[in-house]
T-cell receptor
């Protein structure tokens, strides 16, 4: 049921920007893209979401391509505490389908 | 506002038993969703309740059931436990709109022996 594809793992140096890609080529017009992260098997933490336009909040930025078939989550200055599994989710009517996520390793 | 709470946090059961897990949503949230997370299958949607009615359902056997009370608190029940039911069970709450953000609780870790 997962509608997204993400790389299984990525490395990032502390202090640098982390760019996490996601492919959602079958997304429908009314489906949002959500990003969550999960640290040490805690409950997933909401990061950001968007429909068409790029979005930014205090945690991250979300860049969605014009055709909406892919997106990128940007953590502008990654810290060691950002090490987690990041999930890109296509969300329609209260049903989340989680893919496998990307394990982001932030290294000193 | 207090976040989503789940009880108990840890649970050990034996095969064939049944278990009930509880979830208290964020105040004012009317939707509660349940998820199962295992190393092999990842995070999978179980079901969602809104205003005491099951509104969405994932692909799980009938041994998995739930309910929601008038105060929006929700319980899920698993009957005739199997070893494969060992998992982290997560609940999430939202206001209930079609595109509203879900906020997750810390989860209940169930071990079936």
């Amino acid at each position: 049921d997962a509608k997204t594809t993400q790389p299984p793992s990525m490395d990032c140096a502390e202090g640098r920007a982390a760019n996490l890609p996601c492919n959602h080529s079958t997304i429908s017009g009314n489906e949002y893209v959500y990003w969550y992260r999960q640290i040490h098997s805690q409950g997933p933490q909401y990061i950001i979401h968007g429909l068409k336009n790029n979005e930014t909040n205090e945690m991250a930025s979300l860049i969605i391509t014009e055709d909406r078939k892919s997106s990128t989550l940007i953590l502008p200055h990654a810290t060691l505490r950002d090490t987690a599994v990041y999930y890109c989710i296509v969300y329609n009517f209260n049903k989340f389908y989680f893919g496998s996520g990307t394990k982001l390793n932030v290294k000193p | 506002k207090a976040g989503v709470t789940q009880t108990p946090r840890y649970l050990i059961k034996t095969r064939g038993q049944q278990v009930t897990l509880s979830c208290s949503p964020i105040s004012g949230h009317r939707s509660v969703s349940w998820y199962q997370q295992t190393p092999g299958q990842g995070l999978q949607f179980l079901f969602e309740y809104f205003s005491e009615t099951q509104r969405n359902k994932g692909n799980f056997p009938g041994r998995f059931s739930g309910r929601q009370f008038s105060n929006s608190r929700s319980e899920m029940n698993v009957s005739t436990l199997e070893l494969g039911d060992s998992a982290l069970y997560l609940c999430a709450s939202s206001t209930g709109g079609s595109q509203e953000t879900q906020y997750f609780g810390p989860g209940t870790r169930l071990l079936v022996l």
